[in-house]
């Protein structure tokens, strides 16, 4: 295995970070329109934690023959998220959103520190499914006088974001240490904090 000190060092910041995040407080501010979307899933410590897994999940998903799933996993998340903001917009809300959230944060850690190569429909699904109650709980905490449109682009964007850097972790972590043992440890990492934000 192939690794200097700078990738070492840049790739420890980064899996350090992960279980600060988790135990980050969970909050938007009081912030409205396109900076609340932005700043609710970047600093709701369940909502960031799940969003790098699925960028993680996402290029492990992409090594070998799916390469697709790099792009087309995270683009059905934030889809499917923006449905579920639509919906709490209108009115319309499911029981177990919150439990829903912390499941997703449990599971995409544990698919991550299983490195499962499970099919990509099948993937895009999951992660479309658990996307609706993160956007649900985005929808049903946007501030009273905050545009629905821009507050949704606000956290369409963040979304995009963390997906991006959950991929680049692991592809640049591929590309330093040459192995896949980084991101498995991520996954680990998200989990824990996902199973602590949850008895919390």
């Known amino acids: 295995m ?21 135990l980050a407080h969970t909050g938007a501010g009081s912030v409205n329109g396109f900076a609340a979307g932005f700043t609710h899933p970047v600093l709701g410590a369940d909502h960031a934690l799940a969003m790098l897994a699925v960028g993680i999940w996402a290029a492990q998903l992409s090594q070998g023959d799916n390469k697709k799933a790099l792009w087309l996993v995270p683009t059905v998340f934030v889809l499917a998220m923006a449905l579920g903001g639509v919906l709490a917009v209108s009115g319309v809300m499911v029981p177990g959103v919150e439990g829903g959230i ?3 944060v449990v599971l995409f850690g544990l698919l991550v520190a299983g490195a499962k190569r499970l099919p990509v429909a099948l993937c895009a699904a999951t992660a479309g ?12 905490e946007m501030p009273m006088a905050a545009d629905a449109i821009s507050y949704g682009a606000g956290f369409m964007l963040a979304t995009a974001m963390l997906h991006a850097i959950g991929a680049g972790f692991v592809l640049a ?15 680990m990492a998200i989990a824990a904090g996902g199973a602590w934000l949850a008895m919390a």
């Open 173 to 187: 972590a591929y590309k330093l240490l040459e192995s896949p043992v980084t991101g498995r440890f991520a996954g």
């Open 129 to 140: 499914l658990f996307a609706i109650f993160h956007g649900m709980a985005h929808g049903a």
């Open 2 to 22: 192939k690794m200097n000190r700078q990738g070492m060092v840049s790739v420890s910041a980064m899996l350090l970070a992960l279980p600060g995040m988790a």
């Open 102 to 104: 912390a499941l997703s």
